[in-house]
């Protein structure tokens, strides 16, 4: 019997182990669901409040890199999602496949992002320069504080999600993952969809507020 086949101690058997640790899953994305649902909240009402300052901030982002981002994000969240019946068939060479493919995609969005921050800062678009221009209207300092709050956020959970998919990777090529043990493959599924979900509310908020 391998270590991920072994039923603890408070469990009946494996079925209400997996099911515990999927729940416990969901209950920690609740709590960074509530997290980030602050930030949006927050981010919401100064735009309500500064719509000049918010759309002219929005118009000097780069909509193209972040449509790009998008998309490879988008792909990238499909592809891992197809690795849960991958491993319930026992293709566990698909999934290997899928988790290469899933950390690639997660790399050219790091390398994107990083690439546009770089512009962002050669432009001097920061919460204190854009404040102390006086031709930026109230509420343009506002914007590139929740733009860079967001998205660096974002990128540390986009990380952690690389690591998670590499680990399920490697867990994959040892065979401990299987048709009768996938539990971590949909526990990380879930994470990086809620890593995907996250970066469609900044895409909206971030290069869609000048509309």
Avoid at 162 to 172: D, K, M, Q, S, T
């Amino acid at each position: 019997m391998t270590i991920q086949d072994r039923v603890e101690f408070q469990f009946r058997d494996m079925r209400e182990q997996a099911a515990t640790a999927i729940a416990g899953m969901w209950l920690f994305l609740a709590t960074e669901g509530l997290f980030f649902g602050g930030l949006f909240l927050a981010w919401l009402t100064y735009r309500v409040h500064f719509p000049a300052g918010f759309a002219q901030a929005a118009r000097r982002t780069d909509l193209a890199i972040g449509t790009i981002n998008t998309m490879v994000l988008m792909t990238s969240s499909a592809l891992f999602a197809c690795g849960l019946p991958a491993v319930r068939l026992g293709h566990r060479r698909r999934l290997i496949l899928l988790c290469l493919a899933t950390g690639l995609l997660g790399l050219v969005f790091m390398g994107l992002k990083l690439y546009e921050w770089r512009l962002d800062l050669a432009r001097h678009l920061l919460p204190g320069a854009i404040a102390r221009d006086p031709a930026m209207p109230p509420g343009a300092a506002l914007f590139w504080m929740f733009y860079w709050l967001g998205t660096v956020l974002h990128m540390a959970h986009l990380a952690i999600g690389l690591g998670l998919v590499a680990w399920i990777g490697r867990l994959a090529a040892r065979g401990r993952v299987h048709p009768g043990y996938y539990t971590p493959v949909e526990a990380v599924g879930l994470y990086w969809s809620f890593v995907d979900l996250l970066w469609m509310i900044l895409f909206s908020l971030i290069y869609l507020g000048a509309s």
